[in-house]
């Protein structure tokens, strides 16, 4: 069964800090991995996506993630956090080759201090 | 790109009422949509998986004759909330499918059930 660990419950960081979210993955084939954003009361945002080839992505709002195979993970990044990045951060594992169903990890509460 | 459209945003009932919400795939076909429930601080739970023109797959703990649901087209799928009570009050999230992996998240809808 394929499952999804977000480590940090809660991260709290300065504006202008660098920033990272860590998500680890367990999946028997090759998964989709995808990061997605949730403001308060919002829905979710689809911040990026890893399907194949580069194994670092490049995703919206200045947001990066790395696909690690040997360490199961799919670290979120971003060099410098704004205020307006304070939201929910879900980490998720899909099966690849068709539309299938995700399962999140339980997400990470990101806090910026001005 | 692709959205799915999902309705009302938010709604309050009261206890005892039916509410609908609705999924709707604005530029593409959604083979199969999947409806998502969110608990407070909770990471998202899969409810049920719908293809178009077939019934409903239910996960495991999911009330079949009260979260109704139905895919009657490739463009439109509803999730009817049956006799409402507060404890169902929750944020309900679809999640529109096609092949080749991609998936577009709806907005959301906020329930209330006083």
């Known amino acids: 069964a394929q499952s999804v660990t977000q480590p940090d419950i809660h991260i709290t960081v300065s504006e202008g800090a660098s920033l990272e979210l860590r998500c680890n993955y367990s999946y028997g084939a090759t998964p989709y991995l995808f990061w997605y954003v949730q403001s308060p009361g919002q829905g979710l945002q689809l911040l990026l996506k890893y399907f194949s080839g580069d194994t670092l992505v490049q995703g919206i709002k200045g947001f990066e993630a790395e696909f690690k195979r040997s360490q199961s993970s799919f670290n979120l990044r971003k060099p410098s956090v704004h205020w307006s990045d304070a939201a929910e951060y879900f980490c998720?594992?899909?099966?690849?080759?068709?539309?299938?169903?995700?399962?999140f990890g339980s997400g990470t509460q990101l806090t910026v201090l001005p | 790109g692709a959205v799915v459209s999902q309705h009302p945003s938010r709604v309050i009932c009261k206890s005892g009422t039916s509410v609908k919400i609705e999924c709707r795939s604005l530029d593409f076909q959604a083979t199969t949509m999947f409806w998502y429930r969110q608990f407070p601080k909770k990471s998202l739970m899969l409810m049920a998986t719908?293809?178009?023109?077939?019934?409903?797959?239910?996960e495991q703990g999911v009330e079949k004759d009260k979260f109704l649901i139905n895919h009657a087209s490739l463009t439109l799928s509803t999730l009817t909330v049956t006799s409402a009570h507060p404890e169902d009050s929750s944020f309900y999230i679809c999640w529109g499918g096609r092949e080749g992996g991609e998936a577009f998240f709806g907005q959301g809808t906020r329930l209330t059930v006083v």
């Open positions: 998720a594992v899909g099966p690849s080759g068709s539309a299938r169903q995700l399962t």
């Open positions: 719908s293809n178009e023109g077939s019934k409903a797959t239910y």
